[in-house]
Nanobody
Framework: QVEFVESGGGLVQPGGSLRLSCVVS????????MDWYRQAPGMQREWVAG???????NYANSVKGRFTISRDNAKETVYLQMDSLKAEDTAVYYC????????WGQGTQVTVSS
């Protein structure tokens, strides 16, 4: 059974940075496209960024130029470097694989506030 364990969230001031990590177990990580999602209070979960098996990346327009997704296949970990954070980035952040039937992890809370 695939498991996603996110970490690295916290409270940061606007303009600050955070680096999220997601360790994946129970799956052939290296063959999966991996994505980050987020869910703000009262809002639906939204896609943030994705990284393919060859390292190709894509981003939601709202985070393009500020966030960077990467992966380390040896560590079975996907990262999300978040710079120039804004209040509207406040959300619980999740990583997930390509199969929608995979269970979601607990996520990691990111709060951007002065």
């Amino acid at each position: 059974q695939v498991e996603f364990v996110e970490s690295g969230g916290g409270l940061v001031q606007p303009g600050g940075s955070l680096r999220l990590s997601c360790v994946v177990s129970g799956a052939r990580f290296s063959i999966y496209k991996m994505d980050w999602y987020r869910q703000a209070p009262g809002m639906q979960r939204e896609w943030v960024a994705g990284v393919g098996t060859s390292g190709n990346t894509n981003y939601a327009n709202s985070v393009k130029g500020r966030f960077t997704i990467s992966r380390d296949n040896a560590k079975e970990t996907v990262y999300l470097q978040m710079d120039s954070l804004k209040a509207e980035d406040t959300a619980v952040y999740y990583c997930h694989g390509p199969n929608p039937t995979m269970a979601w992890g607990q996520g990691t809370q990111v709060t951007v506030s002065s």
